[in-house]
């Protein structure tokens, strides 16, 4: 395996509210997460940090030989627990309140390949060279176009193309969607929707498809935003699959 992840606060915004990890635990699995923040006085960068210091950490201690079945638990208790460890914090902190973050995260063993996802931070594979998008974002557009009241087009340039109608922090109780993934697949991408406002799929998929090294790919993409405008945050967590021994 070869992975990368990075993140940047892009052209526009002061600082940065996405938090980003792969981590490999002693069994050889690996756990890809993106969380993008949200709230004022800097508390987004707080509860993507909470998701994701608190995934990182759990990942490595708790992952150990599970099945898909009790994979699907671990994500759904993970979530549940981010959830109640951000309004704790609100709780002893008053200026945080509001704060909130998507989610995105796959997991990967020997055996099977999950997703969890919560807002509009995206989860992708490469499959016979063909880039896929495996998440489903939960934006007032997207529901929309669900419901055949807005076509994709006038969805990509909606106002509020950007309205959040899931996220953690958001409601005392969170449901996330989990994906159950073929394994038949070469790389998995991550990103924020920083990356997915400034480049279409088409542009994406050219990019790993692309001549470069992991790492080079990552950055490219990045820079491809920013070039583009780079409105928001822009973080991307990327792993591409190969023989035991090819790790980095």
């Known amino acids: 395996m070869k992975s990368f992840y990075l ?9 940065n509210e996405d938090s980003v990890i792969i981590v490999k635990n002693n069994e050889g699995s690996y756990l890809m997460a993106i969380a993008d923040g949200m709230g004022g006085h800097s508390a987004g960068e707080v509860a993507s940090s909470i998701a994701i210091g608190y995934l990182g950490k759990h990942f490595k201690e708790t992952f150990i030989n599970m099945s898909k079945v009790d994979a699907v638990k671990w994500i759904r208790d993970a979530v549940d627990e981010i959830n109640t460890l951000i309004f704790q914090h609100e709780k002893t902190h008053p200026e945080s309140k509001g ?4 989610l995105v995260m796959a997991v990967l063993t020997n055996n099977y390949l999950l997703f969890g996802n919560v807002g509009d931070s995206s989860g992708f594979v490469i499959k016979d060279k063909k880039l896929h998008k495996v998440t489903y974002d ?14 994709k087009e006038e969805a990509s340039n909606h106002p509020k193309k950007n309205v959040l109608m899931k996220a953690l922090g958001a409601a005392t109780e969170v449901d996330v969607d989990v994906f159950d993934c073929d ?15 400034m480049l279409d799929k088409t542009q994406i998929e050219k990019v790993l498809l692309g001549e470069g090294t992991c790492d080079e790919k990552v950055v490219k993409l990045i820079r491809k935003a920013n070039n583009r405008g780079g409105t928001d945050n822009i973080s991307v967590a990327y792993l591409i699959r190969g023989k035991e021994g090819d790790d980095k």
Do not use: P, Q
């Open 7 to 15: 993140t940047d606060a892009g052209k526009v915004r002061d600082h």
């Open 99 to 102: 704060m909130g973050t998507t």
């Open 138 to 151: 939960h934006t007032l557009v997207n529901l929309l176009v669900s419901a055949g009241e807005l076509t």
């Open 183 to 197: 394994m038949d697949i070469s790389e998995i991408l991550l990103s924020s929707d920083g990356l997915t406002n």
